[in-house]
């Protein structure tokens, strides 16, 4: 971090200003803006009400991710990894980044997402007067990834083929996924970023076949936990752009590590993404670590044409 002091005056509407202290941080992991804010200070004797000044900062531009993320997967400690990421904007068909989009890799609890998207969308056909009550359900399956209710709860709507009969509903192919369990806790679960991304797409925008879903995808949306706030996030992004501005289903298997949701971006939106990664013998730690940095770019990304 370096800190420069000045003492600047600038006149505003005829009043002066003095810029007493502006702080520069050169960790550009923590901006998630086009233009940060420096309030500036009048002096005591003056009434007037402090002016905020609008200081731009540099572009963070699709190329810029693209290059940011690259340089993460393509780290030499990564060499054996098998990573599969998505990154779009879920109102958008424009693709942020994208890296092995189709590999089929181990999800781990990411498998819960598939789980609860049919679940909902069994109910909201069949029994739409109860969907309120699997709020608590839902919720201990997603954010804090209980592996029993996850099962049952897939026992419950009628096992996988009752989920594949209600994910290809939204659109998602059955050959870019395959569900073993309800929890994500078999290796035989496979799934793809694409079709990872397609499932948040379809539980987040608009009404369904002139169906109305809204209640349907809030139950979802809110199933998830919140980065640096509750459930398997909690401890994940505090201190950064991203607390509470990040929603999402983590995974954990020995040698797997995954994350998939929603996160807030300041040009774009809501952005959907998927990001596995599968590589035996490797620090959960440093796959962690990795997928984070990886988030925390895509926050970053701004509109730049």
């Not at 779009?88 to 498998?111: G, H, M």
């Not at 990664?277 to 988030?295: E, F, H, M, P």
Request: aromatic share 6%.
């Amino acid at each position: 971090m370096q800190r420069i002091k000045t003492q600047v005056p600038v006149w505003l509407s005829g009043l002066i200003v003095t810029i007493t202290t502006m702080t520069v941080g050169i960790n550009l992991d923590s901006l998630n803006r086009a233009e940060a804010t420096v309030v500036s200070q009048l002096p005591r004797n003056n009434p007037a009400k402090s002016i905020p000044i609008y200081v731009p900062q540099p572009r963070f531009c699709q190329n810029d991710l693209e290059s940011a993320i690259t340089s993460i997967v393509k780290n030499p400690s990564f060499r054996t990894a098998r990573w599969g990421i998505l990154i779009k904007p879920v109102r958008e068909d424009k693709v942020l980044y994208q890296f092995n989009p189709n590999l089929s890799l181990i999800p781990a609890s990411n498998t819960k997402l598939l789980t609860t998207a049919a679940a909902l969308r069994i109910y909201g056909n069949r029994n739409p007067q109860k969907l309120a009550s699997l709020r608590p359900l839902l919720s201990a399956v997603n954010r804090y990834s209980n592996n029993s209710r996850a099962n049952s709860l897939l026992r419950r709507i009628g096992g996988q083929r009752a989920a594949r009969n209600a994910l290809s509903i939204l659109g998602l192919d059955a050959s870019g996924y395959k569900q073993a369990d309800g929890s994500g806790l078999s290796r035989n679960n496979r799934a793809k970023p694409s079709a990872l991304v397609s499932l948040l797409q379809g539980m987040y925008v608009g009404n369904l076949n002139k169906v109305d879903r809204s209640l349907e995808n809030d139950l979802f949306y809110n199933s998830l936990a919140v980065a640096g706030v509750n459930g398997t996030l909690r401890n994940r992004f505090r201190n950064t752009p991203l607390k509470g501005r990040l929603h999402g289903k983590t995974g954990t298997l020995r040698g797997v590590r995954t994350l998939s949701g929603y996160l807030e971006n300041t040009d774009y939106g809501t952005i959907a993404f998927s990001v596995m990664v599968n590589q035996r013998g490797q620090s959960g730690w440093r796959l962690i670590s990795a997928i984070d940095k990886i988030l925390l770019q895509t926050a970053r990304v701004n509109r730049c044409g």
